[in-house]
């Protein structure tokens, strides 16, 4: 079945530093892949999101690759800010079962420090 | 605005009693989605529904029942057979075409 495996966390950070949370996959078939955000007491907020191979989804300087070949989609952001403190989850479409519904990983909470 | 709403924000259960989980969206979306959050875990499928008076269980459905008799709401009861139900539950749609999903702000529901 689907599965979606992320780094575990909290990844802690000082304010400007470089961001890089690992998700990688295992799907049937070839899956969309998205980044959610979600803040302390709310649900989730979509991120970015990529539909196809070698897509590169991007929002809010937060970017991630589409990697077919290493099944990966690895979160980036070049200067993080207090305000990026949140829990991230990498998920993917159940495109093949036909619920469509999103199958995610366990999450990354980040932590950045003034 | 658009959007969907979960109520109440925490709910508190006693023992052998069922309670309720209110969704409702205004997107207009067809397919609506129940999931389960527990502490340092990632989201679980409890039920989903893609059109109105139709629904399927996911991965978790034991202890939980959902109806859909209209499009813009889908409420879940907990039951007395879910015997671990503390945990922050998110209700989600999709419009028809599209992959991604919107969420509601979830309910925590605790065990007195």
């Known amino acids: 079945g689907n599965s979606v495996t992320q780094m575990e966390g909290p990844v802690t950070l000082s304010e400007e530093a470089f961001l890089t949370i690992n998700c990688t996959y295992t799907a049937t078939g070839y899956p969309s892949l998205f980044w959610y955000v979600q803040y302390p007491g709310e649900g989730l907020q979509l991120l970015l999101k990529a539909t196809k191979a070698d897509d590169k989804g991007s929002n809010k300087g937060f970017e991630a690759t589409y990697r077919k070949e290493t099944t990966s989609f690895h979160l980036e952001k070049g200067s993080v800010q207090v305000s990026d403190s949140a829990v991230y989850f990498c998920a993917l479409s159940d495109r093949d079962t036909g619920r469509r519904a999103l199958t995610f990983g366990s999450g990354t909470r980040l932590q950045v420090q003034p | ?112």
């Not at chain 2, 989903?48 to 209209?70: M, P």
């Not at chain 2, 922050?88 to 969420?103: H, N, P, Q, V």
Request: hydrophobic share 30%; proline share 4%; net charge neutral.
């Open chain 2, 1 to 112: 605005d658009g959007g969907i709403t979960q109520s109440p924000k925490y709910l508190f259960r006693k023992e052998g009693q069922n309670v309720t989980l209110s969704c409702e969206q205004n997107l207009n979306h067809d397919a609506m989605y129940w999931y389960r959050q527990d502490p340092g875990q990632g989201l679980r499928l409890i039920y989903y529904s893609q059109i109105v008076n139709d629904f399927q269980k996911g991965d978790i459905a034991e202890g939980y029942s959902v109806s859909r008799e209209k499009k813009e709401s889908f409420p879940l009861t907990v039951t007395s057979a879910q015997k671990n139900p503390t945990a922050f539950y998110l209700c989600a749609s999709r419009s028809t075409g599209d992959e991604k999903l919107f969420f509601g702000s979830g309910t925590q529901l605790s065990v007195l």
